[in-house]
């Protein structure tokens, strides 16, 4: 009696084995690039969300400029320190800074500053142009301010020079503009000076130049 012919299957038996080994190699291998791909664009995610903070933490952050008093000379300085009739009459060029701690132009208006004798007695002003300090730095211009001791009594002044030749000021002024920052941010921000000094009648200079 004659043989069948035996079908593939029967003359492979493992054909189907090896298929499904492939198969499941190649389920493997997607599962993986799927992986491998939500890694990527996680950390993509993570990346932008690091940057973006850091930028508006630093460069869009608007911070409030600092004005100051950096220093001072004098022209004209007649002082008078009798204990009867004490004065003074001073020109002061004072040197003024607007400092900008941002990552923009800061653009201020006109402004005033005034000087008071002993933080009570108004004794000069100056006016402050309006300009602009670059990002991240320090406008710096001069002022002049005449100092007059008209408005204080005589007997204040002489018992100030009785306990020390000086003669002491404090100035105070508010700049207010606006920080520039990329075209994008426009914010308006001021800034408010108190400073104080003394200025030595003996030696013609400032000392103890302190602003807060």
Do not use: W
């Amino acid at each position: 009696m004659a043989e069948k012919p035996s079908t593939p299957s029967q003359a492979n038996p493992y054909g189907r084995v090896d298929e499904e080994v492939v198969n499941v190699a190649i389920r493997d291998e997607r599962r993986r690039n799927r992986k491998k791909c939500f890694v990527y664009v996680l950390a993509f995610i993570v990346l932008q969300t690091c940057v973006f903070l850091i930028f508006g933490l630093t460069i869009m952050k608007v911070r409030s400029p600092k004005f100051r008093v950096r220093s001072a000379t004098f022209d004209t300085f007649e002082v008078a320190t009798l204990n009867t009739n004490s004065s003074f009459s001073i020109k002061m060029i004072a040197e003024l800074g607007v400092k900008n701690p941002n990552f923009g132009k800061y653009k201020y208006q006109n402004s005033t500053v005034e000087f008071y004798y002993l933080g009570t007695y108004k004794v000069g002003e100056a006016v402050v142009p309006g300009a602009s300090a670059k990002s991240r730095s320090t406008r710096k211009f001069e002022v002049t301010v005449d100092l007059s001791s008209t408005n204080v009594p005589s007997e204040v002044i002489s018992g100030q020079f009785r306990s020390r030749a000086i003669i002491p000021l404090t100035s105070q002024s508010t700049v207010r503009g606006k920080v520039e920052i990329m075209k994008l941010m426009k914010k308006n921000k001021s800034s408010n000076m108190n400073c104080t000094m003394d200025i030595n009648i003996s030696s013609k200079n400032i000392e103890n130049l302190t602003c807060r």
